[in-house]
């Protein structure tokens, strides 16, 4: 059974870059055909998806957060890392990696932006 587990500071600064890393165990990023995704909940906002990085290793982003937004994969450790840049506290809410189509979460990790 793959479980996904988020890992990152709680805390950035603004203007600063956001990085979280995504740890997969039970399954390899690299199976056809799955996708690993990187979602967020703001605070008061729905679900906010926000791009991903394919079993072979191509990406697709959010058209919103497509020019502050990298993901990449580290297929050696079976992981897979979110940048996000130049945050503002409006990028406070909690972050999950998910695997697609199935839909297999991480339990989320909380980053909060602010001086």
């Known amino acids: 059974q793959v479980q996904l587990q988020e890992s990152g500071p709680g805390l950035v600064k603004p203007s600063q870059t956001l990085s979280l890393t995504c740890t997969v165990s039970?399954?390899?990023?690299?199976?056809?055909?799955?996708?690993w995704s990187w979602i967020r909940q703001s605070p008061g906002k729905g679900l906010e998806w926000m791009g991903v990085?394919?079993?072979?290793?191509?990406?697709y982003y959010s058209p919103s957060l497509k020019s502050r937004t990298s993901i990449s994969r580290d297929t050696p450790t079976n992981q897979f890392s979110l940048q996000l840049t130049s945050v503002t506290p409006e990028d406070t809410a909690v972050y999950y990696c998910?695997?697609?189509?199935?839909?297999?979460w991480g339990q989320g990790t909380q980053v909060t932006v602010s001086s």
């Open positions: 998910a695997r697609l189509p199935d839909g297999t």
């Open positions: 990085i394919a079993y072979d290793g191509s990406t």
């Open positions: 039970g399954g390899s990023i690299t199976t056809s055909y799955y996708g």
